[in-house]
């Protein structure tokens, strides 16, 4: 089945509550590392609903992110970004975006500013996301069941305007962490909820 979209509208989710997908998620954040290199990382455990509304402008989005679940590849880079020198886990385990309000950017390109509010190390900043509607499929695994549709963000953010440490200064200038850190999303979100689908192959508990 492809539920329809809003009246108006030629593509995006029909009206109603929607669930992230996390096998076919993933948030990725990009960061000055030494001054002069980049560093690329993940979180891999979101979870979230998006409520469709028949006004799509009117739509809402609730995202928690698990902080621990950051990922870099080194496993000592991970547990130092873990510590209360960076995002501070113990004290602060989720990252929470929720949003505020969408703005158009032109329906036939299907893009969109997505405005909210984003939490983290226990602080909360108003943040835009420019996002577009990617494309929409049935599920691989049920597609007589399931069905999807797939969006694109990013956006950039300020450690200093959460409170997260940057690693304190280097000998040869700057600081160990860029302040800057851009953010790219690639969601999927589903109609139904994936949590048995996640237990069944063993992604949870």
Partial sequence: MNPLPPEGY??????????????????????????????????????????????????????????ASVNTGVQARDDHLRSADFLDVENHPEIRFTSTRIEERSVHKRTFYLHGDLTIHGTTRPIA???EWAGEAPDYADPDGTYGHFFAGNTQIRLSDFGVGDGGPVPWGDRLVGDVIDIVLELRVQDTDPIHFLRQIGHVS
């Fill in 10 to 67: 030629d593509f995006g989710p029909a009206p109603g509550h929607w669930h992230i997908d996390p096998i076919h998620s993933c948030i990725i954040f990009v960061a000055r590392y030494l001054r002069f290199g980049r560093v690329q990382g993940t979180f891999g455990d979101a979870r979230g609903a998006v409520m469709v509304a028949d006004d799509p402008a009117a739509s809402k989005v609730d995202v928690s992110v698990r902080a």
């Fill in 129 to 131: 996301l420019e996002c």
